[in-house]
């Protein structure tokens, strides 16, 4: 027997309330995906994704967009890591991330890691519309299998327009059925987890960080325009996070 | 989306950038007399580039491109005994293959001496050195105008004798090294006898920087090289 | 025209620069990631379906007549490593010129004319390609070889492995380099009516890693 899967869209906008503030005009949760306010930190709202069930599903297709208007800081986390699981229904999963951020507002888009459970398949895109004054700070994080099993079949590509410019576009694709050699000498070499964090500020138009290595497997690269990308591999999710968040302090 | 694009709406006065041997610079000016160096390793390619600099750098606007094995060394050796400034020294990377960067795929070679001449320009003279080959390497005329080719007395007194394209071509040969001849047993004589059989008309030059004169009498050959070029 | 150019534009030897570059395999080499054939083959494998597949696309997009500003600024976005951008761009320079001088053609000129530092090479390729009278698939073909053949020949001077066993690694990447080719193709006339996105942004992360680890040596062998 097969379903059609489940569909379901979280939307978040974030707007400036006047007074220093960030409000959440829009917080709408749908089927498992939950939203739930936490409390803010100074003039930034803090949302956190909150799985009712674990998920996406073979044949499911969730999408998060999320907003934040001129002048708005949101801060996105989740409440724990996401599980690509096989599903009874045909099919990959899907799971698309629409983030927009205008002049004067910042998002940090800081979710926990994406797990691809073994036999699972997902599609992950992730697009992201900055305006030239806009800041983000993204954090994204797959780990191949969990522990003592082998990954899910996983594709997940990351794209950032600049002010209608393309500044970054990445796609990562890998797990039983994924084309070759993504687990060679190349690509991952035995490596189960892999992580990029991109920070896009309008100060790196006056002075960019330069390149840099953090240790082996993980390097910190200027991007083409006022962005930059922190790419990882580790042998787990706890050496990963530790290492992107070396990068972060780093970064400031 | 590629009906009306940049290609086809792009205009300039400037043609673009020369392709090889071209004499002449995209704005029309003359561009800078090339002269390659090349020679077996330890030689003395580096330290003869680095006396002519000095012997030349007051009457000339000169610059050098080094091809490595190893990247940058060369150039760092140039670097430290500052015989130039260092926007004046370009570094050529060459895979392995020196030879190749100098004879059968000179792209990166033409692109370091066309910055030299944009980013330090106007220049009189570019010296391309080789990194340290075999007998065989010679730079392409697509690259050069004229090549050196340095070998040594410590390096065996049969090298003129087994000739070679290098030995046998190019337009100045430098036996370098002239003072270890004694200590090496190598008999000058014969060299010039044997690089005579092989050259014919053209020049030989028996040099040790060490000696009083240096590298007087190369720097006078490129001086005259340069005149016949800029008579041309 | 001819199809026989493609053999010309292919060649190992055609002297646009690639001779000093080793496709990342100098650092995976050093790092002990490429140790003999069947690592360099896996090494192959995964550049060919990564950075391969992304600069074929993008040549077999050139070689159908996409803007060329575009497709930089695509090639751009898709190299996180500014090591990479600054080799892609100084190639493209390189086989600009060679180009310039085999196919002489008023595209290539107003080409060189735009980005006279050099444009991502596979964008240089595909122009090249068309001037030389081929097709997309053609470019394609050309720039998937081009992104194994390098780390193969680079890795027989590194490792003095067997030059035979390195040559059967291709042979044997062959029917990969087909699907990877003619994959290439279709998304460059998919980007025909969708625009630039609809071509492949293909990662590996341990290129980029590894790119910017050579890149800070003093002392190596090849300039990427």
Excluded at chain 2, 68 to 79: G, M, N, P, Q, V
Excluded at chain 3, 30 to 44: M, Q, V, Y
Excluded at chain 3, 46 to 62: E, P
Excluded at chain 3, 107 to 135: I, N, S, T, Y
Aim: with cysteine; hydrophobic share 45%; net charge negative.
């Amino acid at each position: 027997m097969t379903s059609a899967g489940v569909r379901a869209t979280a939307r978040i906008a974030a707007t400036a309330d006047g007074r220093g503030g960030t409000a959440l005009p829009v917080l709408e949760g749908e089927g498992p995906i939950a939203l739930r306010r936490t409390r803010a930190a100074g003039s930034e709202a803090r949302v956190m994704l909150v799985g009712a069930m674990s998920g996406p599903l073979g044949g499911d297709h969730f999408t998060v967009e999320a907003t934040a208007h001129e002048g708005a800081r949101l801060h996105v986390g989740s409440a724990a890591a996401t599980i690509a699981l096989p599903g009874q229904a045909k099919g990959a999963a899907r799971y698309d991330v629409r983030l927009t951020v205008a002049d004067g507002a910042e998002l940090h888009w800081l979710p926990e890691q994406l797990i691809s459970a073994c036999d699972s398949e997902l599609q992950v895109g992730t697009r992201v519309e900055l305006a030239a004054g806009a800041r983000l700070v993204l954090r994204e994080e797959q780990v191949l299998g969990r522990a003592g099993e082998g990954p899910g079949r996983l594709t997940s590509r990351l794209s950032v327009r600049r002010a209608g410019r393309l500044l970054l576009d990445q796609e990562l694709a890998c797990g039983p059925g994924a084309p070759g050699g993504w687990d060679g000498p190349a690509v991952l070499a035995g490596h189960r987890s892999v992580g990029q964090l991109a920070v896009v500020k309008p100060e790196f138009e006056r002075e960019m960080p330069r390149a840099a290595l953090l240790g082996e497997f993980a390097a910190i690269t200027p991007l083409a325009g006022p962005g930059l990308l922190v790419t990882a591999v580790a042998p787990d999710a706890r050496h990963l996070r530790r290492v992107l968040d070396e990068a972060a302090r780093t970064l400031g | 989306m590629h009906l009306d694009h940049s290609l086809s709406s792009s205009h300039s006065h400037h043609g673009p950038s020369a392709i090889s041997a071209d004499a002449h610079r995209p704005d029309g000016s003359r561009r800078a007399l090339r002269i390659g160096l090349g020679g077996p390793v330890g030689s003395g390619k580096t330290a003869t580039v680095a006396a002519l600099c000095h012997a030349l750098r007051d009457e000339l606007s000169l610059a050098v491109v080094t091809n490595d094995i190893y990247t940058r060394e060369d150039a760092e050796f140039l670097l430290r005994e500052a015989v130039l400034p260092p926007e004046r020294i370009a570094a050529v990377e060459t895979g392995a293959c020196p030879h190749t960067a100098i004879r059968d795929d000179i792209s990166a070679n033409l692109e370091a001496v066309e910055d030299l001449e944009d980013e330090v320009g106007p220049l009189d003279l570019i010296l391309v050195e080789s990194g340290g080959d075999n007998l065989t390497a010679t730079f392409s005329k697509g690259l050069v105008d004229a090549q050196i080719f340095v070998i040594d007395v410590a390096g065996g007194d049969d090298i003129p004798r087994k000739g070679g394209p290098g030995v046998t071509t190019a337009d100045l040969l430098v036996v370098n090294k002239t003072d270890l001849a004694p200590y090496v047993g190598s008999d000058l004589g014969r060299m010039a006898a044997d690089a005579k059989a092989q050259r014919a008309e053209l020049p030989v030059v028996f040099q040790s920087l060490r000696g009083d004169k240096g590298v007087a009498a190369v720097a006078d050959w490129v001086r005259g090289q340069l005149a016949a070029w800029r008579a041309r | 025209m001819t199809r026989a150019a493609l053999l010309v534009l292919a060649d190992g030897r055609f002297p646009a620069g690639g001779h000093a570059h080793s496709g990342g395999a100098e650092a995976a080499v050093k790092a002990g990631r490429i140790t003999d054939a069947a690592s360099l083959e896996e090494f192959c494998r995964g550049r060919l379906h990564t950075a391969g597949l992304v600069s074929a696309a993008l040549a077999a997009a050139a070689a159908l007549g996409l803007d060329p500003v575009e497709l930089d600024e695509a090639a751009e976005a898709r190299t996180p490593s500014p090591a990479l951008r600054t080799a892609a761009r100084r190639l493209g320079r390189q086989m600009m010129r060679a180009a310039r001088a085999t196919w002489p053609h008023p595209e290539l000129d107003a080409l060189a004319r735009l980005f006279p530092k050099g444009a991502h090479q596979p964008v240089v390729l595909g122009v090249a390609a068309r001037a030389a009278g081929l097709g997309p698939a053609d470019a394609a073909y050309c720039s998937a070889y081009e992104s194994v053949s390098g780390a193969a020949t680079a890795t027989v001077r590194l490792l003095s492995l067997d030059p035979f066993d390195a040559t059967g690694v291709l042979a044997r990447l062959a029917p990969e380099l087909d699907r990877v080719a003619l994959a290439a193709a279709d998304a460059a006339r998919r980007a025909v009516d969708e625009g630039v996105d609809a071509l492949p942004a293909r990662s590996a992360p341990l290129l980029e890693i590894g790119a910017e680890a050579h890149a800070a040596w003093a002392v190596r062998l090849f300039a990427s």
